[in-house]
């Protein structure tokens, strides 16, 4: 049982690597935070499913044909499918002592310093399932853009790599082709519910917290918060998404006479696409900083770094170019 509490329950060591020296919840320094910009430009809508999304597809035209005078054509139908995308439910509990959050002297701010950890926990896991998700390995998980498009062709190009070290590029037209899906009757976003807050204050004076069960059953007083994130992804038609899979990264400099041209490549991407509208360049932070030192040599008259409501944005050709840490550093070969 001591194993689990050290494990998964906040206890007196973690209280006291959490005050700073005036015995205040300190400020953490959040080394375990990542840059996932995916998260911010994914478009949301409800699913026509309680399990997610059913897509109708158009997968057949009909014949048609040049007649003669007193001849006729014959009839003929398009053919349609429906794909069934499923959502899924990333979740997390978070619980500690009523007495130990007692004793940090500032209830809230420990409760605040906790949640603040699972935010990060959640938005890291939903970038990585958005794009490395696979529903056919975890079913738990919904299925994300690697799997969708893992064979070299048209909307996936070959940038050359044939290790185990290759970087992928993705570029990614979000609107009613490519979109984030929640259940229906669901909410869409990440929700946070304090699921003590309704107890009241206790007589000392203190949130009275609720009845929580220890390893063995036991009961005793603690505040507890629940996570919640109904997510899936819906891709109707995949020409609105490219990947330039196969960048070698032990290649990768900032003359482009070695290793992958990446600003070749990325032009190519945007000829794959079938719409530009509401696209954006997505690459790790290694593929991101080559381009911007390919900006400072001024060889990419595609590239630059602009200011966009008071942030600076890398664009390429016009398009965003963002920045996902989530994305590896150490893909095997696609073919």
Sequence with gaps: MVATIGATLPTLVDLANRLDPDGKIAAIAEYLNQSNEVLADMRWQEGNLPT????????GL??????ALN???????????Q???GAAMLEGNSQVDRKLAILSGDIGGYRLSESTSFFEAMNQTMATTVFYGNAATSPKAFTGFGPRFNTI?????????????NLSIWLIAWGRQVYGIYPKGTKGGLFHFDMSGYAGMG???YPAGIEVQDADGNPYLGFKDHYEWNCGLSVKDPRYVVRIANIDRSLMTADISTGAN????MVQATEHIQSTDGAVFYMPRTVRGMLRRQLLNKKNPYLSYDEVAGKKVVNF???PVRRVDALKADEARVV
Excluded: C, M
């Excluded at 009909?62 to 007649?67: A, E, L, Q």
């Excluded at 048209?154 to 790599?161: C, L, S, T, Y």
């Design 71 to 81: 001849e006729g054509v014959a009839r003929s139908k398009s053919r349609t499918a």
């Design 262 to 265: 990446i600003q070749d490549l």
């Design 153 to 165: 062709g048209n909307q996936v190009i070959d940038a050359g790599g044939t290790g185990t070290d």
């Design 62 to 67: 009909p014949t048609v044909g040049f007649r």
């Design 317 to 319: 050709d016009g398009i």
């Design 203 to 205: 007589d000392d004076g």
């Design 52 to 59: 997610g999304e059913r897509t109708t597809v158009r997968v």
């Design 83 to 85: 794909v069934d995308e």
